[in-house]
């Protein structure tokens, strides 16, 4: 059995945590959100180390467009 009050005090209580949980999400999402940014800033920098790397090998090794670009010259 239940009374008036008690039904009250518990849609009252519902709703605080509703709002508490939605809080809580709120924060969460702000506290990943900078380690998210920092992860893409990290993935940017070693796609432009990888690019820059690769055209050096290129450039040493004789591959890729540095390659096609030299072999006319080495046949005059």
């Given at each position: 059995m239940?009374?008036?009050?008690?039904r009250?005090a518990?849609?009252?209580?519902?709703?605080?945590?509703?709002?508490?949980?939605k809080?809580?999400e709120?924060?969460?999402?702000e506290?990943?959100?900078a380690?998210?940014?920092?992860v893409?800033?990290?993935?940017r920098v070693?796609?432009t180390?990888?690019?820059?790397?690769?055209a050096?090998?290129?450039?040493?090794?004789g591959?890729g467009?540095?390659?096609?670009?030299q072999?006319p010259?080495?046949?005059?």
């Open positions: 239940e009374g008036e009050n008690l009250q518990k849609a009252r209580i519902e709703s605080t945590m509703d709002l508490i949980i809080g809580f709120h924060q969460l999402d506290l990943y959100k380690d998210a940014m920092d893409d800033s990290d993935i070693m796609e180390m990888l690019e820059r790397d690769t050096s090998v290129e450039k040493d090794f591959l467009e540095f390659a096609a670009e072999k010259e080495e046949t005059e």
